[in-house]
């Protein structure tokens, strides 16, 4: 099965969900908090996994290097918390207006789980529809960055940093995949510049998804 023969399905919610992807040390956390800052408090700010009690235990167990972990469970186990995130902050904040701000989402496993660690997207993402009743990002915003650049960003290395590059280069292939295959609903933004004209770039493709929803487009 091809990618483009497993786009999930979007349900039509009155608020807007926005999610940064990337290999990890791209900058998605910064411009996510960028990204809320400039919205103002129509902006829920959400990570993955994470967001609510399970989220965050699940979370710990995944990013712990000394965990050992095959690819199912593991995309079981993002699926979990990303079902226990939708059902308990994301859909309620939707149904309020609000624009949800999503460090990372359901293409994140795609990308990781599907592509890179070779469960096959249409698999992984069959498990997301269930997981999440369908929702789909209305903006997925894609942060380009060589993985040897972004080694070089320096940080503490969690369970999936540690495998390297060669991962990483796998990750960003697999997410490039995706992006092609649903180019209307991504946007992939240079993340190899100061981080303030990646913001200007990530905060111009929002407003634009912003004012084709006739969302306010926020504090700044």
Same mark, same amino acid.
């Given at each position: $099965?091809? &990618?483009?023969?497993? &786009?999930?399905?979007?349900?039509?919610?009155?608020?807007?969900?926005?999610?940064?992807?990337? +290999?990890?040390?791209s900058g998605k956390t910064t411009q996510s908090r960028l990204l809320c800052e400039a919205l103002g408090d129509v902006a829920v700010a959400v990570r993955e996994p994470g967001g609510t009690v399970v989220g965050e235990r699940v979370r710990e167990l995944l990013k712990d290097p000394a965990a050992e972990i095959g690819a199912e469970a593991e995309a079981l186990l993002f699926a979990a918390a990303r079902a226990e995130l939708t059902a308990r902050v994301i859909?309620?904040?939707?149904?309020?207006?609000?624009?949800?701000?999503? /460090?990372?989402?359901?293409?994140?496993?795609?990308?990781?789980?599907?592509?890179?660690?070779?469960?096959? +997207? /249409?698999?992984?993402?069959?498990?997301?529809?269930?997981?999440?009743?369908?929702? $789909?990002?209305?903006?997925? &915003?894609?942060? %380009?960055?060589?993985?040897?650049?972004?080694?070089?960003?320096?940080? %503490? =290395?969690?369970?999936? =940093?540690?495998?390297?590059?060669?991962? *990483?280069? *796998?990750?960003?292939?697999?997410?490039?995949?995706?992006?092609?295959?649903?180019?209307?609903?991504?946007?992939?933004?240079?993340?190899?510049?100061?981080? =303030? *004209?990646?913001?200007?770039?990530?905060?111009?493709?929002?407003?634009? &998804? $912003?004012?084709?929803?006739?969302?306010?487009?926020?504090?700044?």
């Amino acid at each position: $099965m091809r &990618v483009r023969d497993c &786009v999930l399905p979007s349900r039509p919610m009155p608020g807007l969900l926005v999610t940064l992807e990337g +290999i990890d040390r791209s900058g998605k956390t910064t411009q996510s908090r960028l990204l809320c800052e400039a919205l103002g408090d129509v902006a829920v700010a959400v990570r993955e996994p994470g967001g609510t009690v399970v989220g965050e235990r699940v979370r710990e167990l995944l990013k712990d290097p000394a965990a050992e972990i095959g690819a199912e469970a593991e995309a079981l186990l993002f699926a979990a918390a990303r079902a226990e995130l939708t059902a308990r902050v994301i859909r309620p904040a939707l149904e309020e207006g609000r624009v949800v701000v999503s /460090d990372r989402f359901l293409d994140s496993s795609l990308a990781y789980q599907g592509s890179a660690r070779g469960l096959g +997207i /249409d698999e992984v993402a069959r498990i997301n529809r269930w997981a999440t009743a369908d929702l $789909m990002p209305d903006l997925t &915003v894609l942060l %380009e960055l060589d993985p040897d650049a972004a080694a070089g960003r320096g940080g %503490e =290395e969690d369970r999936f =940093e540690a495998e390297g590059a060669a991962l *990483q280069r *796998q990750v960003l292939a697999g997410y490039r995949e995706l992006a092609a295959a649903e180019p209307a609903r991504w946007a992939r933004i240079d993340a190899d510049r100061p981080r =303030e *004209q990646v913001h200007a770039d990530v905060l111009r493709a929002v407003r634009e &998804v $912003m004012a084709v929803a006739g969302e306010p487009a926020g504090a700044a």
